[in-house]
C-alpha cells in the first residue's frame, strides 16, 4: 500500500493568516491526488483534485499544488469556516489510502 | 443535483452481519464507479472499496477483503456494503462516495451523509 504522511497533524493559527499543510506518498503517485475538508459531524468534502484542480464552489483561497512524492494545501487567507480537518488521498493505485489528517483551528 | 442517500444508523450485536445502502440521484449511476470509506470514532477515513456499477467490476482494499461484500441494483440506482460477522472494533461511521467514469485518477464527490454503526453486546 501506498502510505500518505501529512503534516502537521494538527495547527491554530490567526484568522487572515496563510495556511499550508503538506502531504508526502511513499512513492510517486503523479499529480493522482486529492484534499478532502471534513467538519465535525458532516460527511468529507472534495476541494481539490489531480493535485492542483479546485472543485467547482470551493472558495478560490484555496490551491493545491505538487506532484510526484509531495504535494501542499494552501489557504491563501484563513476564515473561520475554513476551522476542519484536512485528508490527502492518492488516488495512483489501490487501495486509495487517505493521510491521517490535520486539524486545523484558529487562535 | 448529484446525491447520494444512505440508509439509516444500525445497532448490532457481534457475529450479526448487516447491509448498508446507498441510493444515488442525479447523474447516470452505471456510468461511474461508486466506492466506500470507513471512518471508525475519532479517525480518519479508511478506504474500503470500490466498484463499478455498469459490469460490477470491484476492488477491495486487502485490509477489508473478505470481511466486507459491495454490490449494487442498476435498477434502483443504489450501492450496498455488506459487513459479516460483525465486531465491536466495526463501530464506525460509514460514507459511500461517487468517483469518476475512470478507476485511475479518480476523486470522491459527492459523499453520503454517512451511516453510523455500532456494533455492541
Known amino acids: 500500500d501506498i502510505q500518505m504522511t501529512q503534516s502537521p497533524s494538527s495547527l491554530s493559527t490567526s484568522g487572515g493568516d496563510r495556511v499550508t499543510i503538506t502531504c508526502r506518498a511513499s512513492?510517486?503517485?503523479?499529480?493522482?491526488l486529492n484534499w478532502y475538508q471534513q467538519k465535525p459531524g458532516r460527511a468529507p468534502k472534495l476541494l481539490i483534485h489531480?493535485?492542483?484542480s479546485l472543485q467547482s464552489g470551493v472558495p478560490s483561497r484555496f490551491s493545491g499544488s505538487g506532484s510526484g512524492t509531495e504535494f501542499t494545501l494552501t489557504i491563501s487567507s484563513l476564515q473561520p469556516e475554513d476551522v476542519a480537518s484536512y485528508y490527502c488521498?492518492?488516488?495512483?493505485?489501490?487501495?486509495?489510502?487517505f493521510g491521517q489528517g490535520t486539524r486545523l483551528e484558529i487562535k | 443535483e448529484v446525491q447520494l442517500v444512505q440508509s439509516g444508523a444500525e445497532v448490532k450485536k457481534p457475529g450479526e452481519s448487516l447491509k448498508i445502502s446507498c441510493k444515488a440521484s442525479?447523474?447516470?449511476?452505471?456510468?461511474?464507479?461508486i466506492g466506500w470509506v470507513r471512518q471508525m470514532p475519532g479517525k480518519g477515513p479508511e478506504w474500503m472499496g470500490i466498484?463499478?456499477?455498469?459490469?460490477?467490476?470491484?476492488r477491495y482494499s486487502p485490509s477489508f477483503e473478505g470481511h466486507v461484500t459491495i454490490s449494487a441494483d442498476k435498477s434502483i440506482s443504489t450501492a450496498y456494503l455488506q459487513l459479516s460477522r460483525l465486531k465491536a472494533s466495526d463501530t464506525a461511521i460509514y460514507y459511500c462516495?461517487?468517483?469518476?467514469?475512470?478507476?485511475?485518477?479518480?476523486?470522491?464527490?459527492?459523499w453520503g451523509q454517512g451511516t453510523l454503526v455500532t456494533v455492541s453486546s
Open positions: 489531480a493535485a492542483s
Open positions: 512513492q510517486s503517485i503523479r499529480k493522482y
Open positions: 466498484m463499478y456499477p455498469n459490469d460490477s467490476d470491484t
Open positions: 488521498q492518492q488516488t495512483y493505485s489501490i487501495p486509495f489510502t
Open positions: 462516495a461517487r468517483g469518476g467514469w475512470h478507476l485511475a485518477d479518480t476523486w470522491f464527490d459527492p
Open positions: 442525479g447523474y447516470i449511476f452505471m456510468n461511474y464507479w
